[in-house]
């Protein structure tokens, strides 16, 4: 059986939730950041599927690593999980800048909404011609 991997980011400055996403997402390669800065080098130095990102972080904030994201790794599919939302949430999600926005604590359910998000995030990053998942398959 072949199964696709996604190169995963997820920033969040709270290491239970990079545990738990991590654990949740472990037949995928991920990078954990836990702020902004880490996150930055990161986008800069690997290509990404999916980035994950909490929004109220120390310093620099969620959306500001997507915007970096935007620019950096623009077929990412971007997503941010979060108890404070930005107050322009709408208009983030209608500007392209979230593609997803997942709440915390997170409810029932989130796992198999991540999944769908990852299983998304293939068929996209599968069309990409210059996609890690386009690349690489495992048995």
Not at 14 to 19: D, K, S, T, Y
Not at 102 to 124: D, M, N
Request: net charge negative; charged share 30%; glycine share 4%.
């Amino acid at each position: 059986m072949s199964c696709t991997k996604l190169q995963i980011l997820i920033v969040d400055d709270e290491a239970g939730v990079l545990r738990a996403l991590s654990r949740l997402l472990r037949h995928h390669d991920v990078f954990q950041a836990e702020n902004y800065e880490q996150a930055e080098q990161i986008l800069r130095d690997e290509r990404l599927d999916l980035i994950v990102t909490d929004c109220v972080m120390p310093g620099r904030s969620g959306v500001d690593v997507l915007l970096t994201a935007r620019t950096l790794q623009p077929k990412a599919t971007r997503v941010m999980l979060s108890a404070y939302p930005p107050s322009d949430l709408q208009q983030l999600i209608d500007d392209g800048l979230i593609d997803e926005f997942f709440s915390k604590p997170w409810e029932r359910g989130v796992a198999e909404e991540l999944e769908r998000v990852v299983a998304e995030g293939l068929a996209k990053a599968a069309a990409a011609p210059d996609s890690t998942a386009a690349d690489e398959t495992t048995d």
